[in-house]
């Protein structure tokens, strides 16, 4: 052979020899049957819907051993079971803590030759049948979901951190049943989606099996476990109950009964408004301290913040109102969320603007004393205007890749904005049909998903407005529209622009437009802004009119521009108006002016310091403090602030005196508290902390006590270490004394051990509670 023929022949075998290598499993990120590339980090859109696709009738068999210990690992294993609708294609499961922490895989009893890329278990497709499948997986459970402290825990694996814990198809579009089996500590109590089947002792520990749920995604499974308290009740014929930490049992003994009874009201509202009953059995739920949010929908296990729901004697009528809300909110997911869920995180923002919605309408039986259109004016514009004006804001309904990211879509745009747009198509279509669409669509969709669209294609059949293109305008693109009042003699109009150049949008919207004359007649005229310019048809003894107000009915949305003329009466006036929801409406939007620069922060201050003396709606007087405290500290020269201090301390003073109820005193002296910088406030303030004073029908309860001791610190009184130190002692909840011990270093006269305390927060571990580290910050 030559040797031409010889490098011919060698580049011959070299080539079948790289061909060969490439066919062998494992070597490129391939699977053998198919071309299929390697997941990446995370749940992209494309696993997702691949997955849905390919996969159907998933079960998991989940058992989980709890040690007391945070620091012991907790054990697990999980059954899932399938059935594949594509044997071509590798098995992709999630599972986050890695490699290290899985123990076996077997497939129908075989050891599987499974590979662990990128947060993902991956099986061949050969090892998968086109009949029931069944995947066991024995694995350590990663602890960043779990939520451990000393003595007790808690799952939170929304939005999609189910696979930080345990091996999962973690996506909402694969509905499963769970069953569940827990092993821990015998002082214990555990608590989970569904009934308990079995219970048994084991040495001094406690073995709980619970029944099978119904069809719900992995950010709905949920678990808790430690020293919990359990409270029961019965109402309807149905029991709840209640698990909590709280030591204070005189504080226990005051809630129970109304917390129970708003639980039972908003249910048996939601089965009444939606004609479909409650599908998920027993109603338990949880009372954690210092939990991340106000509420998570677990059904039969939910969620809440301990603080939100067992009020402390000087609770104000608002926190009575945001507990009944937060209550009716996550009942209402039991429907919205729970038994139709988004197929994809992008429509989150459904069921949190269908649960606060219906939340809103729940309250309103179990307040007939509130103004509930109020009440809804000051809950939702203006933290929806916070980010709607910034030029950071966005959709409604946004774009999601991936659900590593999905926990940015939360924010004021989904729990605030979104039922103001709701109330408008609402508005737009008819209640009746509204309610009669959203029927429907949870009949057709219910144990499944859906999309906002699907929503849109079922309420179109029962409107008579395009609401493709209405979703446009308000869903699907970001900012609100600029409306420029407009008073030419008996002309009034509005002139609606689109704040973002080359855009264009125009927003139909219906609103209730007040107007008043200078004899102090006024008038509501509903109106529906639609093209560039709309013209106000107005009653003839109103067509010179004194001022126009085009939010003065809480209805509403957008960057309004008043004219000169009524913008000068209400800075005037504006305490006159006799409507408190007018008068609500006239403090957003002044406040708005102010940030557009058409309002100086000082006449602000003076037209707000003149209402106080005289409002007598105790959602108004909080709306207007709040309005005061951030105007007192980001608006007003250190001078100014100087200046006015003593009138402002003076007026809020008089306030707690005059106040009627303990929450209207409560709401102004944590007002006070906020803003006092005066030697004598700050001395009175102290006299308070101390009870060497006590304020007449204020009772000041433990958390109180401890903020008047932080906010005495913050304001560097000289005896500011031994403050912090007594009320440390004072503490009789063990929740609220670790949470302070947190956050005094934060507070020390010394400067190195401020700094070593934020220098400690480098360490995730030690950003593990985020309302200890907010505090402290």
Not at 19 to 36: F, Q, R, S, V
Not at 98 to 118: L, N, W
Not at 456 to 470: F, G, K, P, Q, Y
Request: a negative charge.
């Amino acid at each position: 052979m030559s040797l031409d023929e010889d490098f011919f022949v060698s580049s011959y075998l070299c080539i079948v020899f790289l061909i060969l290598m490439a066919l062998l499993p494992g070597c490129h990120g391939k699977d053998k049957n198919t071309e299929i590339a390697d997941p990446e980090p995370g749940i992209s859109l494309a696993l997702a819907t691949e997955r849905a696709q390919s996969i159907e009738g998933v079960t998991y068999d989940l058992i989980f051993t709890i040690p007391a210990a945070p620091s012991e690992p907790i054990s697990g294993k999980a059954i899932i079971r399938f059935n594949a609708k594509d044997v071509t294609r590798p098995l992709v499961l999630d599972f986050s803590p890695g490699a290290d922490y899985i123990t076996s895989v077997s497939v129908a009893g075989q050891p599987s030759h499974f590979r662990f890329v990128k947060d993902h278990i991956i099986i061949p497709s050969s090892e998968l049948s086109s009949e029931e499948n069944a995947v066991e997986i024995v694995f350590r459970a990663g602890n960043a979901s779990l939520n451990r402290s000393p003595d007790f825990m808690y799952t939170l694996f929304v939005p999609a951190r189910a696979h930080l814990a345990f091996p999962c198809f973690d996506q909402p579009n694969l509905k499963a049943r769970f069953a569940l089996e827990l092993t821990v500590p015998e002082e214990w109590q555990a608590i989970a989606n569904a009934e308990e089947t079995f219970h048994e002792k084991a040495g001094n520990r406690v073995r709980i099996r619970y029944a099978e749920t119904q069809p719900i995604p992995t950010y709905l499974f949920a678990f808790a476990a430690g020293k919990f308290q359990v409270e029961t009740a019965e109402r309807n014929g149905r029991w709840y109950r209640m698990l909590h930490r709280e030591t204070d049992t005189k504080k226990v003994e005051r809630n129970k009964k109304a917390v129970f009874d708003l639980h039972a009201s908003s249910l048996e509202w939601l089965e009444k408004y939606t004609g479909i009953p409650y599908r998920f059995g027993k109603f338990d739920f949880v009372l954690i301290p210092s939990f991340q949010f106000g509420g998570m929908e677990h059904p039969g296990s939910i969620y809440y913040n301990s603080s939100s729901i067992l009020l402390d004697e000087s609770a104000t009528e608002n926190q009575m109102l945001s507990r009944a809300s937060v209550i009716a909110h996550e009942t209402s997911h039991m429907w919205f969320g729970d038994l139709v869920t988004m197929q994809w995180f992008n429509d989150v923002w459904m069921k949190e603007v269908f649960a606060n919605f219906m939340a809103a309408k729940i309250v309103n039986p179990s307040f007939p004393n509130v103004n509930h259109d109020l009440r809804f004016l000051v809950a939702h514009y203006p933290g929806a205007y916070a980010v709607d004006r910034t030029a950071g804001t966005h959709p409604i309904r946004q774009e999601l890749a991936n659900l590593d990211e999905a926990g940015s879509l939360y924010g004021a745009i989904i729990y605030q904005k979104a039922p103001i747009v709701m109330r408008q198509l609402e508005r737009l279509i008819g209640l009746d049909r509204f309610q009669t669409g959203l029927r429907s669509y949870l009949k057709q969709f219910q144990f499944g998903n859906a999309t906002w669209l699907d929503l849109v294609r079922i309420l179109n059949e029962h409107s008579e407005v395009d609401l493709t293109a209405w979703s446009r305008a308000w869903v699907e693109e970001a900012g609100r529209p600029s409306i420029r009042t407009v008073v030419e003699g008996p002309r009034i109009a509005f002139i609606q622009s689109d704040p973002q150049a080359g855009r264009s949008l125009r927003w139909l919207e219906r609103m209730e437009v007040l107007v008043g004359t200078m004899k102090g007649a006024t008038s509501t005229i509903p109106a529906e802004l639609q093209n560039e310019r709309t013209d106000l048809a107005v009653p003839a003894e109103f067509s010179s009119p004194q001022f126009v107000l085009p939010t003065g009915g809480g209805l509403a949305y957008g960057d309004f521009t008043l004219d000169d003329a009524s913008r000068a009466f209400l800075l005037e006036h504006l305490q006159e108006l006799k409507d408190p929801l007018a008068r609500g409406a006239a403090w957003v939007t002044l406040w708005e002016e102010l940030l557009d620069g058409r309002v100086r922060p000082t006449d602000f201050l003076a037209v707000a310091r003149r209402a106080l003396e005289v409002e007598d709606t105790e959602q108004n007087v909080q709306l207007v403090l709040g309005y005061l405290d951030t105007l007192f500290w980001r608006f007003l020269s250190d001078d100014t602030r100087r200046e006015i201090a003593p009138q402002l301390e003076t007026v809020l003073r008089a306030g707690i005196d005059r106040a009627k109820s303990s929450s209207l005193k409560s709401t102004y002296f944590s007002s006070f508290r906020s803003t006092v910088t005066t030697s004598a406030g700050v001395a009175f303030l102290e006299r308070v902390w101390r009870r060497e004073q006590k304020i007449p029908g204020l009772v000041l309860s433990e958390p109180d006590e401890a903020t008047m001791a932080l906010d005495l610190a913050v304001r560097s009184v000289p005896s500011s270490a031994p403050i912090l130190e007594e009320q440390f002692n004072r503490f009789m909840n063990p929740d609220r004394k670790a949470r302070f011990e947190f956050v005094m270093p934060a507070l020390s006269e010394r400067q190195e051990t401020r700094d070593a305390w934020f220098a400690k927060l480098s360490n995730v571990q030690n950003r593990h509670r985020e309302p200890w580290v907010i505090e402290g910050l």
